[in-house]
């Protein structure tokens, strides 16, 4: 079969989806209210049969790094393991990485003794589901030396994506990084046998997911030219004139998680009857680390589409098309409607709640009569009584210290507190 590693990119500062990356970095924000983004490739990569893993940190790797050690613990008895590879500066490179290409080059002698044909690499920050084992078996197939996993695009969605051209067999030609709305890349349209046997004639047009299989031998090659700084602006252009090059179709559910929009109607989409993405697949699970948390608790409230994590207690409240994540507590009087509350670290027990409201203090949580529409709550905020979020589509986007505005979505970041009757 040959041996295959995996190597998942931490990515860089995440500013499209600020403020959620203040404190973390784009792989370790919450998801689907108990998860967070990287649990999704390390949990493809394990039902896939791959237990060899590298993620490759550097900005705010500390919130990551930590989730990472306390969720995935082989037994001593098996070769798996999902090892941490943070940024380091060494004789050989005083620089930090300089894009996912460079990222590999400079962790490459920790992950590489000779012995691995062929490396997977992942994003940190994509919601989907994926046999990659069927992936590498293309890869072998084809005899390639890089495979590309693509899902198929309309003309109005290849902006933001490296979109590939390829040949009847699949075989890459050309391909093109993020080309603007109004650029004419028709010569990019898939040709018509390939349209016919991959069902392509709605979504003419193949879109880089960030997902590759080297061959380790050109893999090593091409890293060896310190210019190839990235693999889609550097060295896939560059591939497919000097190497075997090869496509590979994936027609399921992907999203791209790069944006407070994109992150927000992730989310909420878990909450409809049947979403294109499901947690609930038996035989594909999304492992997370385990809390041991008790069931939450309801109390004279009204739910309706919504997703509560354990440990969530709502008391006399309205909760309509939201995600509650884990610890999340709600008072008497509340309304939340289509919006991401994600929780808290730790619990206020309602002693400390009461000796914190004695002292003028905000507990973490959702205070009495709050009116909570389209926002984003980050963990352990503190939210008095009172207050209106009330997010809008069109709503032009705002700074403002202790919350912010994104694509109309009002967004409370980490550890934030909101005063009593404050309307956002």
């Known amino acids: 079969m040959g041996r295959t590693i995996t190597v998942i990119l931490g990515g860089g500062r995440g500013t499209r989806l600020y403020p959620l990356t203040g404190m973390r970095s784009k792989p370790a924000v919450p998801l689907g209210a108990k998860y967070r983004l990287i649990d999704i490739p390390v949990s493809n990569a394990i039902n896939s049969g791959l237990r060899e893993i590298y993620v490759l940190t550097q900005f705010n790797s500390a919130s990551l790094n930590q989730h990472l050690?306390?969720?995935?613990?082989?037994?001593?008895?098996?070769?798996?393991?999902?090892?941490?590879?943070?940024?380091?500066?060494?004789?050989?490179?005083?620089?930090?990485?300089?894009?996912?290409?460079?990222?590999?080059?400079?962790?490459?002698?920790?992950?590489?003794?000779?012995?691995?044909?062929?490396?997977?690499?992942?994003?940190?920050?994509?919601?989907?589901?994926?046999?990659?084992?069927?992936l590498i078996a293309r890869h072998r197939e084809m005899e390639a030396d890089v495979t590309v996993s693509v899902i198929p695009v309309t003309r109005e969605g290849c902006e933001g994506f490296g979109i590939l051209q390829a040949t009847g067999n699949g075989i890459i030609q050309k391909f093109k990084e993020k080309p603007k709305q109004d650029e004419d890349i028709s010569d990019l349209m898939a040709p018509p046998g390939l349209r016919r046997a991959w069902k392509l004639e709605s979504r003419p047009y193949l879109a880089s997911m960030g997902v590759y299989v080297f061959r380790m031998e050109a893999l090593r090659e091409v890293l060896r030219n310190p210019e190839n700084?990235?693999?889609?602006?550097?060295?896939?252009?560059?591939?497919?004139?000097?190497?075997?090059?090869?496509?590979?179709?994936?027609?399921g559910y992907w999203e791209d998680i790069g944006t407070i929009k994109a992150f927000y109607d992730a989310n909420l989409m878990l909450?409809?009857?049947?979403?294109?993405?499901?947690?609930?697949?038996?035989?594909?699970?999304?492992?997370?680390?385990?809390?041991?948390?008790?069931?939450?608790?309801?109390?004279?409230?009204?739910?309706?589409?919504?997703?509560?994590?354990?440990?969530?207690?709502?008391?006399?409240?309205k909760v309509?098309?939201?995600?509650?994540?884990?610890?999340?507590?709600?008072?008497?009087?509340?309304?939340?409607?289509?919006?991401?509350?994600?929780?808290?670290?730790?619990?206020?027990?309602?002693?400390?709640?009461?000796?914190?409201?004695?002292?003028?203090?905000?507990?973490?949580?959702?205070?009495?009569?709050?009116?909570?529409?389209?926002?984003?709550?980050?963990?352990?905020?503190?939210?008095?009584?009172?207050?209106?979020?009330r997010g809008e589509i069109g709503r032009p986007d705002s700074d403002h210290g202790n919350w912010f505005v994104r694509d109309g979505i009002v967004c409370v970041p980490k550890n934030a507190v909101i005063k009593s009757g404050s309307v956002l």
Request: net charge negative; proline share 5%.
């Open 229 to 251: 700084v990235d693999f889609g602006k550097d060295i896939l252009p560059r591939f497919i004139h000097t190497h075997r090059v090869a496509a590979y179709l994936f027609d």
């Open 271 to 317: 909450c409809e009857e049947d979403p294109p993405f499901k947690f609930y697949d038996e035989n594909s699970p999304i492992f997370t680390r385990p809390r041991f948390l008790p069931p939450s608790l309801v109390w004279n409230s009204t739910l309706d589409r919504s997703v509560l994590a354990e440990g969530t207690i709502v008391r006399g409240a």
């Open 69 to 134: 050690a306390r969720t995935y613990r082989f037994d001593q008895f098996s070769n798996g393991y999902v090892e941490i590879l943070a940024a380091e500066q060494t004789d050989r490179s005083a620089d930090w990485y300089q894009g996912t290409a460079d990222a590999v080059r400079q962790m490459l002698h920790h992950m590489d003794n000779g012995s691995v044909d062929d490396m997977l690499i992942l994003s940190g920050d994509h919601l989907y589901r994926m046999d990659y084992s069927r």
């Open 320 to 389: 309509v098309h939201s995600i509650l994540g884990c610890r999340t507590y709600i008072m008497p009087g509340c309304e939340i409607v289509d919006s991401i509350l994600m929780g808290s670290d730790e619990y206020t027990h309602e002693p400390q709640r009461q000796a914190m409201l004695a002292r003028g203090e905000i507990p973490q949580g959702i205070g009495r009569n709050c009116k909570i529409h389209r926002a984003i709550i980050d963990k352990n905020a503190a939210i008095g009584d009172d207050v209106t979020i």
